[in-house]
């Protein structure tokens, strides 16, 4: 007897259970391999493609960061232009402190020459002098200067000191308009011939 308690024998002895457990344990080894292959394969594939989208997400991000260095620069490079515009613009200006020093200086021309002029001339001599000179003469300009602050001074001196006071500040006033006017005048002359 075989140690079988049925009536009927199986088969089954210990060593063909042994040989099917050992089977079985082969075959689910192969199929746990077959699955931890598929497995590392996967895995693989979804660290490479994880691997693609970084490297083009860096890229891409290498790109944008040199784009907008080259932006940045573009702007400051055009600040800085126009700083440079601002700073020669700037350069070419009379300060406040140069206006009041050439206007006082004229203040004093005017004073000085008062005394020279032998009679008042009126807009028509001043005129009928002006156009009679070459507008590029500058002692001629300075000759009008001289007569227009002399004008001024004798008509202060006519409407008394108050009221000539006011008259004369007025013809300071007018005598630098005018001075503005010839200086325009001779420029835009000169701008014209080609000097």
């Known amino acids: 007897m075989s140690g079988e308690t049925e009536k009927q024998v199986s088969g089954w002895t210990v060593d063909t259970l042994h040989a099917l457990v050992l089977q079985m344990l082969h075959d689910r080894d192969s199929l746990a391999n077959e699955r931890a292959a598929a497995a590392q394969v996967a895995l693989k594939t979804a660290i490479d493609a994880q691997d693609k989208q970084t490297q083009q997400a860096l890229t891409a991000a290498d790109r944008a960061v040199v784009k907008a260095e080259l932006a940045t620069e573009k702007r400051f490079e055009s600040v800085n232009e126009f700083r440079k515009a601002l700073s020669d613009q700037t350069s ?7 206006v009041l020093s050439e206007l006082a200086g004229l203040a004093e021309k005017i004073e000085a020459h008062s005394n020279r002029l032998g009679s008042v001339m009126t807009r028509t001599e001043v ?15 300075q000759q009008i200067l001289d007569q227009a602050a002399i004008t001024a001074t004798r008509l202060d001196k006519a409407e008394g000191t108050q009221g000539g006071l006011k008259l004369g500040a007025g013809f300071i006033v007018g005598a630098v308009g005018l001075t503005a006017t010839i200086i325009t005048v001779i420029y835009v002359i000169l701008k014209g011939t080609g000097h």
């Open 92 to 98: 070419n200006f009379m300060s406040r402190t140069e």
């Open 127 to 141: 005129d009928s002098l002006f156009t009679s000179q070459s507008a590029t003469s500058a002692a001629r300009y």
